[in-house]
């Protein structure tokens, strides 16, 4: 196993300390809950939209530092970016983590300090959590199927 | 120390059997395992508990050497199978306290057994308006199976909660408890917690007002002798794999004539006495609710779990484990910033903790480095996270044949886990 230092780099830790547009968003024109029912972790994103822009995009919740900091950088690499922008992004990210290659070229730089993931496969979840819920906001979709509170 | 006195009180009296914890640790070979370089400190018992050698040679001389379905054939092979698999479930009743070997059901595990009596017992008798009354450190598997008869049947759950000490709310009891309740569940032993329940108590108040007991006995097995009858239980349900036996196989006890008067949960084979298309009259007690071939090679294995636990001294087991619990929770507390959810009075060697600014997950994946395997997330209890406030503990569940020096890895994990996250 590679030292846990390669998997919480300073970066991951000021981003998971100090999170960046942690706040929920007033007037946002999409939202979507990350939630990942094996440990509980619950991020919501919100995203207000410019066209076809990412004008805005915040996030809050609970979750571990992997889960907070992904979250964190995420906000940051794609403000401003199209929606078919960011789903690239994710995708690169997602390659990432789960491949076996270097970074790809277009992958914003500051989402490398996440490829010491990769050798914690149990982890993944928790950096791709913020993406999904993202993801989800961007294509609307809609919220899971559960038993009434009231049954 | 207070958290485990009380429980070893009487083991006080007289000088403490001593276990020879390193003769049982060589039965479990995976107890010699390295993980990332370094030596196993299993702390997840609670999940399921490592198998001794006798169990798994048990399972596996069946399936090599005995290999025959139960209750079937005429011959020879299939006849001694039927045997081995009576005989398990002989010994399960003893282990529980049962009078009768038909009271004894073996099922794929406590869900299973939660669910038969759900669909079978409850949701047949229940009316809009009845309660079902369940305790605020239920497991999922204890909550979900009566959400289910609730959401079907119109009638009503009810939650008798836990408070800051992580004990039931026992003042608050006849608040939930009402003749309107018809089953109680509740689990023996927290899963997250370590508390022991006081289950005869309540089952006594339950049976004053006519409602039937259902006992989650899952976490209870591996620590403590259990007796159904001295407990007041109706319906006890556990599972082999947290009681040093087999995945797949559990059991429920059921009182026989509650059992008795219950329809069938599934239809199958093996659970009939006569079938036409016009009607199918169904088999006695047990097989009623044993439809098709059951898991009788882990049966086998469930019985060899419990007989090798009937040859270990319990007063020592007792005492090893409420010495690691103590010992932990002493070590625990030394550590700058960490909090342990719960004292009960009455509790077995499960403990929770949270670390300031340290989510769970990653003190699990930092211990896991160090190769000490605990539990981080929620533990199937999140209504039992929301009431501590917290969305997720690290889990530490200690089994008989855990030691002092590997509290001591975890604690100096959890020093490290602070020089990362400082």
């Known amino acids: 196993m590679p030292d846990t230092r390669e998997l919480y780099q300073l970066v991951i830790l000021d981003h998971n300390r100090a999170p960046r547009n942690f706040r929920a968003m007033e007037g946002a024109d999409r939202e979507a809950e990350g939630y990942n029912p094996m440990c509980g972790d619950q991020l919501k994103v919100w995203i207000k939209l410019d066209g076809d822009r990412i004008a805005d995009v915040s996030f809050n919740g609970s979750g571990c530092a992997i889960s907070k900091a992904s979250a964190s950088l995420m906000t940051t690499s794609v403000m401003g970016k199209t929606r078919e922008e960011a789903k690239q992004i994710f995708a690169r990210f997602h390659e990432m983590l789960t491949g076996a290659g270097a970074p790809a070229a277009d992958l914003p730089a500051k989402l490398a300090v996440f490829a010491g993931v990769r050798e914690f496969p149990m982890r993944v979840k928790c950096a791709t959590l913020s993406w999904h819920a993202l993801k989800d906001a961007l294509d609307e979709k809609p919220p899971a199927q559960s038993i009434t509170k009231d049954g | ?422």
């Open chain 2, 1 to 422: 120390m207070t958290v485990s006195s009380t429980r070893r009180a009487s083991a006080t009296a007289t000088p403490a059997p001593v276990l020879d914890v390193a003769k049982l640790r060589r039965e479990f070979p995976v107890l010699r395992t390295r993980v990332h370089g370094k030596p196993l400190v299993y702390f997840d018992n609670g999940a399921t508990s490592q198998k001794p050698r006798a169990v798994v040679e048990a399972e596996a001389d069946f399936a090599l050497l005995e290999s025959a379905n139960v209750h079937r054939g005429v011959h020879w092979l299939s006849h001694h199978a039927s045997e081995r698999y009576d005989r398990a479930r002989d010994e399960l009743r003893a282990f529980v306290g049962a009078g009768d070997s038909a009271e004894i059901i073996f099922t794929s595990g406590t869900t299973a057994a939660i669910n038969l009596v759900a669909q079978s017992f409850a949701r047949p008798r229940l009316q809009p308006g009845d309660e079902i009354l369940l305790t605020e450190m239920e497991h999922h598997s204890n909550i979900v199976p009566w959400q289910l008869v609730a959401r079907a049947t119109g009638a009503r759950i009810r939650v008798i909660p836990v408070t800051d000490d992580g004990e039931l709310d026992l003042d608050r009891l006849d608040q939930v408890l009402t003749s309107r309740t018809r089953v109680v569940a509740l689990t023996h032993v927290s899963n997250v917690l370590g508390t022991v329940n006081p289950v005869r108590l309540i089952a006594d108040r339950a049976h004053e007002l006519g409602a039937v007991v259902l006992v989650d006995g899952a976490q209870a097995v591996p620590h403590i002798p259990v007796n159904v009858r001295a407990l007041g239980a109706d319906f006890y349900a556990a599972s082999a794999h947290k009681m040093f036996g087999p995945t797949g196989v559990g059991v429920l006890y059921g009182r026989a004539d509650l059992l008795e008067a219950m329809p069938p949960w599934q239809g199958g084979g093996g659970m009939i006495q006569r079938v036409t298309f016009e009607d199918t009259s169904f088999a006695p007690l047990p097989d009623r609710f044993e439809a098709g071939t059951p898991p009788i090679a882990q049966a086998i294995g469930m019985g060899a779990a419990v007989q090798w636990m009937r040859s270990l001294d319990w007063n020592a087991v007792e005492a090893h484990e409420g010495d690691l619990l103590a010992y932990a929770t002493r070590r625990l507390g030394e550590v700058p910033g960490v909090q342990v959810l719960g004292r009960a009075r009455n509790r077995v060697s499960v403990v929770s903790f949270v670390m300031d600014a340290v989510h769970p997950h990653d003190l699990g994946t930092v211990l896991d480095s160090q190769g000490v395997a605990v539990r981080a997330g929620h533990h199937c209890a999140q209504p039992l996270m929301q009431r501590f406030g917290v969305p997720a503990t690290v889990r530490a569940s200690f089994a008989l044949y855990n030691t002092r020096s590997e509290i001591d890895v975890l604690i100096d994990g959890l020093h490290q886990v602070r020089t990362i996250f400082a």
